[in-house]
């Protein structure tokens, strides 16, 4: 089993790219990883993406990808697991390679929402809850999230301004990202008076519809040094499931994947939560953030929260998070998001994130979250430079 | 690197299982696979499947799966190349094993296209063509076929009826297979009978629409005679790609990528075309069966359709293939055909095929094309006891 690391990161402004289509956005991300990583051609592209098939009515991405870019011996395919894809398809590339098969394999994450109407997208989006059982009773998303954060409010005695500053944290860090969707701050009064979309989740709880791709390139960790000036390691790629529908599961606040996955996560880079310089989570709702703070061994049960009021996730903090934007204010792009993640990831341990720089961050973790939590995929990360 | 072994199968029948959920589909066939292995867990679970977005409304098909069956530590996702997204989903699953991060891991493709009508299947279907330039002129995939059809008769001077001992000898086979969609003989009369679809594919040029599951599960090689007392090696894992659209490959009737995926196994596995004892290839339509042939080395430019003529693809001849009915009489649920192309061949090489059993088989190789021939993985199988 060889070690893996990233040598090389591409990614492309979040946005509603009316006028791009699918292979474009795919191209600019894959391209841009590969030049970043001084190559031009490569063993496998492994695309993540939930929704080609449905929205765009283009499924077979993989040979859509490689035959665009040019990439002829490239073996391909598409990965999926909702809104856990970009992650899913990280960790293919990732045993590609450990296996020996295979030696630069492009991770690519891609999705186009906009092609269609938010309802349709929503109804898209639905089908990574359980269809039968959960989408049949008229159930969306954002409602699932509501009913979670419903009873985490009951549950725990928060009101839903106690959730403002996963909101105003991550749009502070999106402003300085220029692929960012939305790069402009908000303040608490621009949160406490953002429109309810379904009780208690507003529009400032909530991450956007929208488009993006972005992409890595893996390569044996023997090999890196001599082909990048700045490689990063794959210390962890872990994967942890749970029942499908919320009612399914023992104790629906408890995000039982996201614990597991963490879990294994740290013993398979031998560290603790508290090593790591920061945590790129899944903060689709702002629910979710709590939830993956209090999963992945950061706070107390029903305690996530706090970190958020007591301003631990700010890049100043105890669990810097979202230091790009995360999904509310970078976007969420649902099967490229878990390569923003790790694109982002890769910007802190090479000290390239600019004004969100966490100053000399070594260690780094991602939190790709599938369905309302049935598939939580967690990589760690560490600078080899 | 290990090398990797199959030890238990699975398959339920392929049908129109109109009273089926998408789930029941997978249970059956998974347990099937594991019970057939002497398994209780695996450590991971992957899916090949083409449409359930489009046409169940259920994507997360892993996290579906894995909670449906019980199979708590697994992890699970889905893995698309459109008809080759069962292939895709073995080849993931032997790179997991090859890699030595996970041991045993059940490799699944399911199916469930007629929960919707057959035109709305039928467009979902072309989404494994070229959305943008292919399918928005009106193409769909029976369309494709013909023209390839039309121009391969044109350019070599074959006559339709040339064709049908591709559907015949399908027909034969599956009738002796009760897994098979259609278990009844075809005569020369019935096939030049047969409706006209696209012309010049007939009703019996083309393979079905269906619903199906098959089941898979690997271990490395080294373990599996302790586990199975019939294991079957993976001696090659090869995939070929072509530009995604027709009208941009070089020369259309080619099928480059089938001609790259068999000339990658055959030097994986170190043996030549006539090594082999069977060749399970992807005859979606007759012409599709004739390209491959030719791609796969069995015949020249031209001349596959003379291996049907000389009933050379019998279970007697020089390269029986569709030994259990292949996609025309089996049928072709299309995410899960590439693992009924892979429960059968392990059929063979055991000695389980029945009245359809090719005296002595140890070595097999099948084929599984997505789309028109953008994709194309390839597996060759030894056995081992």
């Known amino acids: 089993m060889r070690d893996v690391a990233i ?13 791009t289509g699918i292979r474009h956005l795919m191209l600019e991300a894959g391209l841009s990883a590969m030049r970043d990583a001084n190559i031009e051609s490569v063993d496998a592209l492994y695309v993540g993406n939930m929704l080609s098939g449905e929205i765009v009515g283009q499924s077979h991405l993989g040979a859509l990808a490689v035959d665009f870019m040019g990439l002829d011996n490239a073996e391909a395919f598409k990965v999926e697991a909702a809104c856990a894809s970009g992650s899913a398809a990280l960790r293919v590339g990732t045993m590609a390679v450990a296996s020996g098969l ?6 690519l994450g891609v999705e186009k929402m906009t092609d269609t109407s938010g309802q349709e997208t929503s109804a898209a989006l639905a089908g990574a809850a359980d ?3 959960e989408v049949s009773q008229g159930i969306s998303f954002v409602a699932l999230n509501a009913l979670l954060m419903q009873r985490y409010m009951y549950d725990y005695g928060w009101k839903r301004e106690d959730f403002a500053n996963f909101a105003i944290t991550a749009h502070a860090n999106g402003a300085n990202n220029p692929f960012a969707m939305f790069q402009r ?3 608490a009064e621009m949160y406490a008076r953002s429109p309810i979309i379904a009780t208690p989740v507003g529009l400032m709880d909530a991450s956007p519809i929208c488009d993006g791709a972005a992409a890595v390139v893996l390569a044996p960790a023997e090999f890196a040094r001599a082909l990048s000036p700045a490689p990063v390691k794959i210390k962890a790629s872990a994967v942890g499931m749970a029942p499908l529908a919320v009612h399914d599961r023992k104790d629906p606040l408890a995000l039982e994947a996201a614990r597991i996955s963490s879990r294994k996560a740290y013993a398979q880079a031998g560290i603790k939560p508290e090593d790591l310089d920061f945590f790129e989570l899944h903060d689709a709702f702002t629910i979710m953030a709590a939830l993956s703070l209090e999963a992945a061994g950061f706070a107390e049960r029903g305690k996530g929260v706090q970190l958020a009021l007591d301003n631990e996730i700010s890049l100043k903090g105890r669990v810097p998070m979202a230091t790009m934007g995360g999904l509310k204010a970078r976007g969420h792009p649902v099967g490229a998001t878990g ?4 694109v982002e990831a890769v910007m802190q341990l090479r000290g390239l994130a600019g004004a969100n720089q966490i100053p000399g961050a070594r260690l780094g973790m991602t939190q790709n979250i599938g369905g309302s939590g049935a598939t939580v995929i967690t990589h760690i990360f560490e600078a080899m430079s």
């Open 7 to 19: 040598i090389g990161t591409g990614e492309i402004p979040v946005d509603e790219h009316w006028t």
């Open 131 to 133: 269809a039968e059982y």
């Open 339 to 342: 390569i923003y993640q790790v």
């Open 185 to 187: 701050p908000i303040s």
């Open 102 to 107: 295979l030696d630069l394999v492009l991770v």
